[in-house]
């Protein structure tokens, strides 16, 4: 076996669990209009990044009832104050940390648990139209409640505003291929997801564009996500943007210099920019964007500084000439973005560095990538909790 683009330079011929070099776009083509005969889905739309069928038809192994839990009061408000205390984003005041955690805390459980549940409807046998009902009708309600469209008070706010959209979106994209939903209910969920990424594209659309730097590449997963939520082929063109500016930005060292100025939290905010960049390139690629391979392939040169640091933390810091804080909370995007990275390029040295820590999961990146990516035996092996 090929090592993946981490360790090898010839990455147009590695092997893949995704299959073959791509056919021919015509193929291609004729190949979704025949494979795609879900309720939500048309042979045209925008895909997502997951392959929701092929792992139901996998995993669908339990057979117990699905109670459908009430959805909590939508949060339309967001009041979330800063935390860090100085210019380069680095100093942390662990009192404001933990009072944001806590305003921030409605936010993490809503998406956590719809997250949750278009996990559980790959896994679920019978009753998974209990499953993915519930999950629309949690969407459902906070569109109708105008969520996260309210006074958003701070750049924290409007940060966790974006990985939440991130999240939602992504849960329903990976219901569309098997769930049924009315009419008016889709139009009113596909119509909030549209208006919340137009406002965070009003609030990103203020950055001058040299000051992008991981914000934007989460904004452009939302945008992803929200493009194959909705079927806008336009509004993933403009994520691929914040993709193409991020690998602009990576310098022959692999490192992304924006956040090469978070001084000590330079290796943590490497690895929280990772992480949604390959997810955005899953998508280009099911969508018929080159982006891995853009720029020369420069997210390679990422990803390699970043598994090498995990392996060894004093590369990282010989890069950048100063010590690393290791902050445990990042241990998930740390990890987490290996599983669609390893689908698509095999590499044993990547795969040992991740089975000891699987199943990962985050509900910003879409809830368990292992249950989304991993081989079918890893993937056979999670057991989902609930998180109540």
Partial sequence: MRLSPVAVADRSRLPSRHGA??????????????????????????????????????????????????PPAAVRDIRIAEYYTDQAYSIVDEKRRKDADRSAGPLHRYARKVTWMADRALVQRE????????????????????????????????????WTLASIALAYVAIKPTATVGTERKAAIERWLRRLAGEMDGYYATWRRDSWNN?????????????????????????????RHAVDAITPEGLLPKEVARRDKAFGYHAFSLAPLVLLAEIGERNGMALYEMRGGAIHRLAHVVTQAMEEAASFERLVGGRQEVDPRGKVWTLAWLEPYLARFPDPR??????????????????NLTLHFATMDAARAVRLTDPR
Avoid: N
Avoid at 144 to 156: K, N, Q, T
Avoid at 216 to 243: H, M
């Fill in 21 to 70: 070099a791509p056919a021919p776009a015509a193929w291609r083509l004729l190949f979704c209009m025949v494979a795609a005969t879900a309720p939500l889905s048309s042979p045209a739309e925008v895909k997502g990044p997951f392959d929701t069928r092929d792992r139901v038809r996998q995993l669908a192994r339990v057979d117990e009832p699905f109670t459908c839990p009430r």
């Fill in 127 to 162: 009753h998974r139209a209990d499953v993915t009902g519930c999950l629309v009708r949690w969407l459902g309600e906070w569109a109708d409640d105008g969520a996260m469209l309210g006074e958003i008070d701070g750049p924290l706010a409007q940060h966790y505003r974006k």
């Fill in 215 to 243: 914000h934007v590449y989460w904004q452009g997963l939302a945008e992803a996500a929200v493009a194959a939520a909705v079927d806008d082929r336009r509004l993933l063109e403009k994520a691929a943007e914040k993709y």
């Fill in 350 to 367: 990547l795969e040992k560095l991740l089975a000891p820590h699987r199943p990962v999961t985050h509900e910003w990146l879409g809830g």
